[in-house]
Nanobody, 123 residues
Framework: QVQLVESGGGLVQAGGSLRLSCAAS????????MAWFRQAPGKGREFVSA????????YYADSVKGRFTVSRDNAKNTVYLQMKSLKPEDTAVYYC????????????????WGQGTQVTVSS
């Protein structure tokens, strides 16, 4: 079982940037597809981005395409989400998640989750 710990969240003004990190421990991180999801108050958890184990493929939700970049460092067992041009509607708790197979966008396809990190974007 892999354990995931997110960090890097905070309060930022609209138009600003943040970089989230997700540190993994446990099973071999390099074999996992990693994803970022987010959950705004009163809403369901939604897919944001994902990256395959060798960083060969990345995928983004339309709402963040061109503004967010996912990357990973398998030597550091860490996945990152660089967020730029942030908008108030990006405010949410951001979660990282892991699965052994390829990229999927549904919550139920991921078997391991972090505890989340809060991102708040003020207007």
């Amino acid at each position: 079982q892999v354990q995931l710990v997110e960090s890097g969240g905070g309060l930022v003004q609209a138009g600003g940037s943040l970089r989230l990190s997700c540190a993994a421990s446990g099973r071999t991180f390099s074999q996992d597809t990693m994803a970022w999801f987010r959950q705004a108050p009163g809403k369901g958890r939604e897919f944001v981005s994902a990256i395959t184990r060798t960083s060969g493929t990345t995928y983004y939700a339309d709402s963040v395409k061109g503004r967010f970049t996912v990357s990973r460092d398998n030597a550091k067992n860490t996945v990152y989400l660089q967020m730029k041009s942030l908008k108030p509607e990006d405010t949410a708790v951001y979660y990282c998640a892991a699965r052994r197979s390829g990229i999927m966008t549904r919550v139920g396809e991921y078997d391991t989750w972090g505890q989340g990190t809060q991102v708040t974007v003020s207007s």
